[in-house]
């Protein structure tokens, strides 16, 4: 009993805290979420786009295999190569980077 009270108490107070936040900041919040939304458009675009070109001239090397510096150069070299729009190279490239390193330390494609 006094358990379930202790977890019912916590889940109230983390749900009146962001709520709380959320009405403190709701154009950080907003902002946030659309960099959110714009980085999600972005890997799914640079997956697809990787799925598609990177495999025409050899096979294909897994995201873990080159640091997130070695694909920055690496797509950087390949897009001159094969002749990949910028956007395109963009957008795999954020990709790549997202997925060569664990979540917890990727850091986002624009370096910051
Ligand atoms: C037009 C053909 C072509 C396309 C498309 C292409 N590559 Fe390549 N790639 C090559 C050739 C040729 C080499 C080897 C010679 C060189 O380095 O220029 C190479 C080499 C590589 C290498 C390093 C060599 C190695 O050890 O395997 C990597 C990594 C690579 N490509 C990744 C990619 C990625 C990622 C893409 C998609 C963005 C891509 N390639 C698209 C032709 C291509």
Known sequence: MFRTLLITSAFLTAGWSSAALAQQTPDATAQA?????????????????????????????????????EWDMTVNHMRVRANIPGDVAEDIKAFLILSSTPVEEAPSPDGN
């Open 33 to 69: 979420q659309a960099a959110e939304d714009a980085l999600a458009d972005q890997i799914g675009r640079g997956a697809e786009a990787w799925a598609n070109t990177c495999s025409n001239c050899h096979n294909m090397r897994s995201p873990t295999e080159l640091s997130p510096a």
